[in-house]
């Protein structure tokens, strides 16, 4: 399911369409239905960010969007869509920051308890740092790593490639079968952790005798300290051995920007994350994103706000069922 047009194509050439039609609509009164549209689902959004901030499990990314600075005239502002991903109830949240700094995370993160799963931003790696957090690390940008070296050190880069390639085998295996969390999880032990063990040993011998600049070198110091990390999924047959997921739930936004360039303010940019997020779950739970955004629209003011829960994408195929 691809996401509809309005999260990517920009109002001026919505209403360029509407013109070719001979429907003439003035660009103001597309931009304020798009806003009353969106506010509407501010309280939706608001139990989102709540809901998504008692998970137990997330995977997290980060992605620009320019935004147009308000102070300088055509200057724009680099901001952040940060992303929150439940793998296991299917959820995504979107949340825009003007910062990148930790400081942009810390009201979805500051409290979090859990398996925190994320690429070796330090932001992340600090969160993962707490007690009460589980960090895994993620085996797709450890391969990247090696892919990346394999002009510099062909042989090494090879050997480390063909056991993470083995171990993403065992993953395809657990999803063709159709295993149970307990099932993944013993097939894990089995067959993933003695190559996980054996990779570990390898690069322990290798990285002393390894230029630290180098290709290879950058590779294996990029494995080497997160080795606890990436060997983190191996706890429950529930955890995914890479951040992907997550990655993938970002794809619309770069689709966007070749097209909207950048988003008009700060307040913009968030509602926009709100639209985002719910599409986005729509995707994961094939629920079609125009027939929910109708139905939401249509009952959100309405529906008593103890129960708004229901207007979820996910929950909307039991509405209309």
């Known amino acids: 399911m691809k996401f509809p047009l309005s999260t990517r194509l920009p109002l001026y050439r919505q209403k360029q369409r509407f013109a070719r039609e001979n429907i003439q609509i003035p660009s103001s009164t597309i931009e ?9 689902l501010e309280p939706l959004y608001e139990q989102l960010v709540f809901d998504t901030k008692t998970k137990g499990y997330l995977q997290v990314d980060e992605t620009v969007i320019k935004v147009l600075d308000s102070e300088k005239k055509g200057a724009t502002h680099t901001g952040y869509y940060w992303v929150y991903h439940d793998p296991l109830d299917k959820t995504v949240l979107f949340d825009y920051n003007p910062s990148r700094g930790g400081i942009a995370a810390m009201p979805m993160l500051g409290n979090f308890k859990g398996y925190l799963q994320s690429d070796g ?31 510099n050190d062909k042989p090494r880069a090879e050997k480390a ?8 085998a065992i993953e395809r295996t657990a999803r063709e079968e159709q295993l149970t969390a307990d099932q993944i999880k013993k097939l894990r032990l089995q067959e993933a952790l003695p190559l996980i063990n054996k990779m570990g040993k390898w690069i322990f011998e290798e990285i002393k005798n390894t230029l630290p600049k180098s ?13 606890d990390a990436l060997s983190a999924y191996l706890y429950d047959g529930n955890l995914q051995i890479d951040n992907n997921l997550c990655e993938n739930a ?12 950048f988003a008009g303010s700060h307040e913009v940019a968030q509602r926009a994350a709100m ?30 706000h103890k129960n708004i829960k229901e207007l979820y994408p996910q929950n909307y195929k039991n509405i209309i069922q």
Request: some cysteine.
């Open 32 to 40: 304020g239905w798009t806003k009353q549209a969106l506010q509407k």
């Open 121 to 151: 931003y330090q932001v992340y790696e600090k969160f993962a740092k707490k007690n009460e957090v589980k960090h895994l690390a993620c085996w797709a940008h450890a391969r990247r790593y090696y892919e990346r070296s394999l002009d």
């Open 161 to 168: 490639l063909l056991i993470i390639q083995k171990l993403y």
């Open 215 to 227: 290709s290879i070198g950058k590779a294996m110091a990029y494995t080497y300290p997160r080795w």
């Open 250 to 261: 970002l794809r619309c936004v770069p689709m966007g920007r070749k097209n909207y360039l």
């Open 275 to 304: 639209i985002y997020s719910f599409f986005a779950i729509c995707k994961k739970h094939d629920v079609n994103p125009f027939q929910w955004l109708k139905y939401t629209l249509q009952n959100i003011m309405t529906i008593n």
